[in-house]
């Protein structure tokens, strides 16, 4: 028997898997953190990668940092505080930064959650803003060729220099995470993220992809439009340490990023799995089914037509998204809800209903969670918990031939998955 420890939660749940089977591990070949972090992050941010709009003292009297909500990890150490720092030694006070957090259509976070993102010394000395994309006033600066309409914070629009932090990692449809996606995203208003999020069919929207992706290219035009003037962003391992560090203008860090994370991410397979055992990667990647969804696209990549994948993610929030639970509850199978959005309905939240079910036609999908099986099987989903994880194991190994082929992913999420006749 061959034993395996993956992410689930804030801790990690153990299985053995019988050795007659072909089993592989794959994960992200992370290497070694960065062995000074801080004083990388000082230096990125003294000497940018190419040539920034870096604005004089006196024209800026504003500044807007956009963050991260907690549904993404928090890098170890955090850039925020260093960021501050930077700038305090720049010549800016406490009142000429406001920080806002991105929200994007999730729910806003309280008050008391913030120190999740940040520390208490930072809370106190700064302005905090939680968007919201429903309530919060927005201010149109335009639309993208796509029909996007650009609406996004006021209050950030209203600063002299936007500034967004954030990891840059895969991103299940988006292509990638990180750049302009914090503020034009995180702090857009609703139709804007509906608008954009739209192009979820397109055959291009997926993970790796950027430069032919429509929804990424979106968000860049958004970006531009908005004047987003620079982005910090991280590479991070498993443990949410630093593997590498950014700071230019949102294109050029993006553009600099991107090899890094195809070589860091990205695993090719020779062909498909009978069996995926995938963990999103633990908390925060699978604080809620919204979440972990983006890691049971990776692992529906490698399976084949068919088979299985049992998906590991917590989900101490249950869906994540009130919408998505009145749609998939209201919905007649997994075909009618692709049809429905092949037939051009769309709506942020039953996206991620549209997202599931596609894999769901092609491979049988079982979650392992908190969550009760009962709301479980309501979504239209096979469910089980931890405690039943063994007896899950083996019931499988009692079934698969000796044959088959079964994969680990311990970090589903950022494991950009390829089997190498996709192309």
Same mark, same amino acid.
């Given at each position: 028997?061959?034993?395996?420890?993956?992410?689930?939660?804030?801790?990690?749940?153990?299985?053995?898997?019988?050795?007659?089977?072909?089993?592989?591990?794959?994960? &992200?070949?992370?290497?070694?953190?960065?062995?000074?972090?801080? /004083?990388?992050?000082?230096?990125?941010?003294?000497? &940018?990668?190419?040539?920034?709009?870096?604005?004089?003292?006196?024209?800026?009297?504003?500044?807007?940092?956009?963050?991260?909500?907690?549904?993404?990890?928090? &890098?170890?150490?955090?850039?925020?505080?260093?960021?501050?720092?930077?700038?305090?030694?720049?010549? #800016?006070?406490?009142?000429?930064?406001?920080?806002?957090?991105?929200?994007?259509?999730?729910?806003?976070?309280?008050?008391?959650?913030?120190?999740?993102?940040?520390?208490?010394?930072?809370?106190?000395?700064?302005?905090?803003?939680?968007?919201?994309?429903?309530?919060? +006033?927005?201010?149109?600066?335009?639309?993208?060729?796509?029909? @996007?309409?650009?609406?996004?914070?006021?209050?950030?629009?209203?600063?002299?220099?936007?500034?967004?932090?954030?990891?840059?990692? +895969?991103?299940?449809?988006?292509?990638?995470?990180?750049?302009?996606? @914090?503020?034009?995203?995180?702090?857009? %208003?609703?139709?804007?993220?509906?608008?954009?999020?739209?192009?979820?069919?397109?055959?291009?929207?997926?993970?790796?992809? #950027?430069?032919?992706?429509?929804?990424?290219?979106?968000?860049?035009?958004?970006?531009?439009?908005?004047?987003?003037?620079?982005?910090?962003?991280?590479?991070?391992?498993? /443990?949410?340490?630093?593997?590498?560090? *950014?700071?230019?203008?949102?294109?050029?860090?993006?553009?600099?990023?991107?090899?890094?994370?195809?070589?860091? *991410?990205?695993?090719?397979?020779?062909?498909?799995?009978?069996?995926?055992?995938?963990?999103?990667?633990?908390?925060?990647?699978?604080?809620?089914?919204?979440?972990?969804?983006?890691?049971?696209?990776?692992?529906?990549?490698?399976?084949?037509? %068919?088979?299985?994948?049992?998906?590991?993610?917590?989900?101490?929030?249950?869906?994540?998204?009130?919408?998505?639970?009145?749609?998939?509850?209201?919905?007649?199978?997994?075909?009618?809800?692709?049809?429905?959005?092949?037939?051009? *309905? #769309?709506?942020?939240?039953?996206?991620?209903?549209?997202?599931?079910?596609?894999?769901?036609?092609?491979?049988?999908?079982?979650?392992?969670?908190?969550?009760?099986?009962?709301?479980?099987?309501?979504?239209? !989903? @096979?469910?089980?918990?931890?405690? !039943?994880?063994?007896?899950?194991?083996?019931? *499988?190994?009692?079934?698969?031939?000796?044959?088959?082929?079964?994969?680990?992913?311990?970090?589903? @999420?950022?494991?950009?998955? /390829?089997?190498?006749?996709?192309?």
């Amino acid at each position: 028997m061959t034993e395996f420890n993956v992410p689930y939660g804030h801790g990690q749940l153990s299985f053995q898997l019988p050795s007659i089977f072909k089993t592989d591990l794959l994960s &992200p070949e992370t290497g070694n953190p960065l062995e000074n972090p801080d /004083e990388e992050i000082r230096t990125v941010l003294e000497i &940018p990668l190419g040539s920034p709009r870096r604005r004089s003292k006196t024209d800026v009297q504003s500044i807007g940092i956009a963050i991260n909500d907690k549904t993404r990890p928090v &890098p170890k150490p955090n850039p925020l505080p260093i960021l501050l720092d930077h700038l305090r030694k720049n010549g #800016f006070t406490e009142d000429q930064i406001k920080l806002f957090i991105g929200s994007g259509t999730h729910a806003p976070m309280s008050e008391s959650e913030l120190n999740r993102l940040m520390p208490e010394e930072v809370l106190n000395m700064y302005r905090v803003v939680v968007h919201n994309c429903d309530q919060s +006033p927005l201010e149109e600066v335009g639309h993208t060729p796509h029909g @996007t309409p650009i609406l996004i914070n006021a209050e950030f629009m209203a600063c002299d220099m936007k500034i967004t932090i954030g990891n840059i990692e +895969p991103h299940h449809f988006m292509g990638f995470s990180g750049g302009v996606k @914090t503020a034009v995203i995180g702090l857009a %208003g609703r139709e804007t993220i509906k608008t954009n999020h739209a192009m979820l069919i397109h055959p291009q929207t997926k993970s790796g992809v #950027f430069h032919i992706n429509p929804m990424r290219q979106d968000i860049e035009i958004m970006g531009r439009k908005a004047e987003i003037d620079f982005s910090l962003g991280t590479i991070l391992n498993e /443990e949410k340490q630093i593997l590498k560090v *950014f700071f230019d203008e949102p294109q050029a860090v993006m553009k600099a990023a991107i090899p890094v994370v195809q070589k860091t *991410f990205g695993v090719r397979v020779a062909e498909p799995y009978d069996l995926v055992i995938a963990s999103p990667g633990g908390a925060p990647k699978d604080i809620n089914l919204y979440q972990a969804q983006k890691g049971l696209t990776h692992a529906a990549r490698i399976t084949r037509d %068919g088979g299985w994948v049992i998906l590991l993610a917590a989900c101490p929030e249950g869906s994540g998204s009130a919408a998505y639970e009145d749609y998939i509850l209201a919905a007649d199978s997994h075909k009618a809800i692709v049809e429905h959005f092949e037939n051009g *309905f #769309f709506n942020v939240g039953p996206h991620k209903a549209f997202q599931i079910a596609r894999e769901a036609l092609r491979v049988n999908i079982l979650l392992v969670s908190d969550i009760p099986p009962r709301q479980v099987k309501s979504w239209k !989903l @096979t469910p089980s918990t931890p405690l !039943l994880l063994g007896q899950l194991i083996e019931w *499988f190994s009692a079934r698969l031939p000796d044959e088959a082929r079964i994969a680990v992913l311990p970090d589903a @999420t950022r494991t950009m998955t /390829e089997v190498k006749h996709e192309r």
